[in-house]
C-alpha cells in the first residue's frame, strides 16, 4: 500500500476512534444521569465542568506537545480517557458526575490539539483536514444509534466506549506523520477574529446539544427516538465536511454560512414535532460542521513553528464554549428544557450579527475610502 494512503488510513481510523468513546458518552452520559436522579442544574454543571477544565488542558498541553511528541500525547490521552469512563459504571450519586466529566476534559486536553496537528504533515491540507474531520464525524454519526441500542443494559455503553478509546492509543503507537517540509506560501491568522471567535460559537452551540438533546428528546420521543435524530442529523457534519471540498477555499465564506444556520434553534423551541426537531437539529449540524472546517483548515495552512499553540487555542475555545453553553443551558432549563433551545437561538442569533459586523462592516468602510481617494485624484 502506498504510504501515503496508509497514513491517511491511519488518521482516519485514529479520528474516528477518538471521537467515538467521545460522542457516546455524550449522548449517553445525561440519560444515564437522569435515571440515577441528576436534575437539568446538573446536567448544565457537567457541560460547565469539561468545558471550564477543558479551556486549559487543552491550550496548556496544546502547547506542551510539541515537546512531548504528538503521537506519545495522543497515546496517553485515550489511555487515560479509557479508564476514566469505566468511573461511571461505579457511580450512583449524580454530583459526582460533574467531577468525571472534567477528568474527562483533562485526558482529551491530549488527545484533540495532537491529532490536529498531525493532520498539518500533508501536501494536501485540505485532503488531510477533510480526512480527519471526516472520521471524527462519522464516528458522532454513529455513537447515539449505537448508545441507544445497548441502552437496556445499564452501563454497557460505557463499557464499549472504554474498549474504543483503548483501541484508538494502541494505534497510536503505529502511527507515523509523513515527513513535510515547510512550503513557501504561509497563511496568517488572526488569532481572535479567525480562531477564537467562531470556534467558541462552535463549542457553544454543540455543547448545548450534547448536555440536553438526549435527555429531552427521550421524553418527546423515546430512547430510540432519540437516538434516531441524533444519529441521522449527525451525517450531516460528515456530509459539512464532504461539501467543502467543492467549495471555495473561502473562511470567511464558510464561517458565515456556519454561523447563519445556528439559527435553526427557533425551530427546535417552538415545534415538538418528529421531522421538523429533525430538519432543524440537520441544519445545526452541517453549519457547525462547516464552522469547524474552514477554522481548522485556516490554521493548517500556517507555519509548523508554533503550531501545537495554534491547535491548543483552537480546542481551548471549543472548551471556553463548552463551560458557557451548558451553564446557561442548565439555568435555563429551571424554566424547563424547552428554554434551553431559546437561549440557543438568540445566542446564535447574537454571534451571527456580530459576525457580519467585525467582518463585513470593515470592507464597506474600506471601499467607501478607496472610492473617496479616487474621487479626489480625479
Known amino acids: 500500500m502506498n504510504r501515503r494512503i496508509k497514513v491517511l488510513s491511519l488518521l482516519f481510523s485514529l479520528s474516528f476512534l477518538s471521537q467515538m468513546p467521545l460522542s457516546l458518552i455524550r449522548f449517553y452520559a445525561p440519560i444515564f444521569a437522569v435515571k440515577i436522579g441528576a436534575t437539568g442544574l446538573i446536567l448544565g454543571l457537567m457541560g460547565f465542568s469539561y468545558g471550564v477544565v477543558y479551556i486549559f488542558s487543552a491550550y496548556i498541553i496544546g502547547k506542551r506537545s510539541e515537546s512531548i511528541g504528538y503521537t506519545s500525547s495522543l497515546e496517553l490521552g485515550l489511555i487515560f480517557y479509557a479508564l476514566i ?50 472520521g471524527w464525524s462519522f464516528a458522532s454519526t454513529l455513537a447515539p444509534y449505537l448508545g441507544s441500542s445497548f ?69 418527546v420521543f423515546g430512547i430510540k427516538g432519540s ?53 432543524s437539529l440537520s441544519l445545526i449540524f452541517y453549519g457547525s460542521g462547516i464552522l469547524y472546517f474552514y477554522v481548522l483548515y485556516k490554521i493548517m495552512l500556517t507555519e509548523t513553528k508554533g503550531l501545537g499553540i495554534r491547535t491548543g487555542t483552537f480546542e481551548s475555545s471549543i472548551g471556553a464554549g463548552y463551560t458557557l453553553g451548558p451553564l446557561i443551558g442548565g439555568l435555563a432549563s429551571l424554566y424547563g428544557l424547552d428554554y434551553v433551545w431559546l437561549v440557543a437561538f438568540i445566542s446564535a442569533l447574537v454571534f451571527f450579527i456580530f459576525w457580519i459586523i467585525i467582518k463585513f462592516l470593515p470592507l464597506k468602510r474600506a471601499y467607501k475610502q478607496h472610492k473617496k481617494e479616487l474621487n479626489n485624484k480625479n
Open 85 to 134: 469512563i469505566l468511573l461511571y459504571i461505579f457511580t450512583k450519586i449524580p454530583y459526582l458526575l460533574i467531577l468525571i466529566r472534567a477528568l474527562e476534559a483533562l485526558s482529551m486536553g491530549f488527545v484533540w490539539p495532537s491529532l490536529e496537528a498531525l493532520s498539518k504533515f500533508f501536501d494536501n491540507k485540505k485532503a488531510s483536514t477533510a480526512v480527519y474531520t471526516i
Open 151 to 219: 441502552a437496556s443494559i445499564f452501563v454497557l455503553p460505557f463499557i464499549i466506549a472504554s474498549a474504543f478509546s483503548l483501541a484508538g492509543g494502541i494505534l497510536a503507537t503505529y502511527f507515523e506523520p509523513l515527513k513535510h517540509e515547510e512550503t513557501k506560501v504561509i497563511s496568517k491568522i488572526d488569532l481572535g477574529k479567525e480562531i477564537i471567535f467562531p470556534i467558541f460559537f462552535y463549542g457553544f452551540s454543540v455543547s448545548i446539544i450534547y448536555a440536553f438533546y438526549s435527555a429531552f428528546a427521550e421524553t
Open 227 to 279: 437516538g434516531i435524530i441524533m444519529s441521522i442529523s449527525s451525517i450531516f457534519i460528515v456530509i459539512a465536511f464532504l461539501s467543502v471540498l467543492l467549495f471555495k477555499d473561502d473562511s470567511k465564506f464558510g464561517i458565515t454560512l456556519g454561523l447563519g444556520l445556528q439559527v435553526f434553534y427557533v425551530v427546535l423551541f417552538v415545534y415538538k414535532e418528529f421531522f421538523l426537531q429533525l430538519v
